[in-house]
């Protein structure tokens, strides 16, 4: 199985990010300046790139090698471009089952949703660039593989995707328990995109109000929510089930 690997040095990682290598996450040393620093910072910073500072301790221990002040970690999967994708997806799907994520940030929920919209059959899961889990190695492991099965793409702002997603004549259901509607009386079998937030504070504000229908799953028990990769995969089920049914 593919793993996550590392990229280090400035040159290194400065023409990793220059050819568009899928990259979880750079890792900078702390107070290092210079020309080639800079233009790495510039590069991370342009490309929207999740970035650490870090001691070099840290870098000493992501790489063993003369890593220059900067570590890189690229992910094994390459994202796909949104735009494209969608239109792609578009053409061809009478209708589309799409999948947004807001904020999921543990790696094991992150790989548990890969494998239910894999195996319920989500045409593409959308993820922010910055804030959300790596696809790494944990996340590949616990998705059985499934990560690179499913396109996955991300994009700078979901507030810009879901305009787009809506100007395709795909509505936005958001999951969130603040809904009045219950899950189970919605038409899922039209042209949607299911959106998912993040383990601690569920959807965001900004990202709700965008949402064309917000849904609920029915809670019987104290709990006040569900674990978000169990929540994904009953409503992707429930979609399932209409649209077999």
Do not use: W
Request: glycine share 6%; hydrophobic share 40%; net charge positive.
């Amino acid at each position: 199985m593919k793993n996550e690997y590392t990229a280090y040095g400035l040159r290194a990682v400065i023409e990793a990010i220059k050819a568009e290598k899928p990259i979880n996450k750079v890792f900078l040393q702390k107070g290092l300046s210079g020309h080639l620093y800079k233009e790495l910072e510039h590069l991370v910073r342009k490309k929207k790139i999740n970035c650490s500072y870090v001691p070099i301790e840290k870098l000493n221990k992501l790489s063993k090698n003369n890593h220059q002040g900067v570590v890189a970690l690229v992910s094994p999967v390459r994202f796909q471009e949104f735009n494209t994708l969608i239109e792609r997806i578009v053409a061809t799907k009478n209708s589309p089952l799409l999948l947004l994520l807001d904020g999921v940030t543990d790696v094991r929920n992150f790989g548990a949703i890969i494998r239910t919209a894999e195996c319920s059959g989500v045409d593409a899961i959308i993820l922010a660039k910055t804030g959300t889990a790596p696809v790494n190695s944990d996340t590949i492991k616990t998705s059985a593989g499934a990560a690179f099965n499913v396109p996955i793409t991300k994009v700078d702002h979901l507030k810009d995707a879901i305009y787009y997603l809506q100007g395709s004549n795909i509505q936005v259901i958001a999951a969130t328990e603040k809904a009045d509607q219950s899950l189970y009386d919605l038409d899922l079998t039209a042209p949607i995109a299911i959106l998912m937030g993040s383990e601690d504070r569920g959807i965001s504000t900004s990202l709700l109000k965008l949402a064309n229908h917000k849904a609920k799953l029915p809670l019987l028990g104290s709990i006040g929510s569900l674990n978000v990769a169990v929540a994904c995969g009953v409503t992707l089920y429930e979609a399932v089930r209409q649209r077999i049914g």
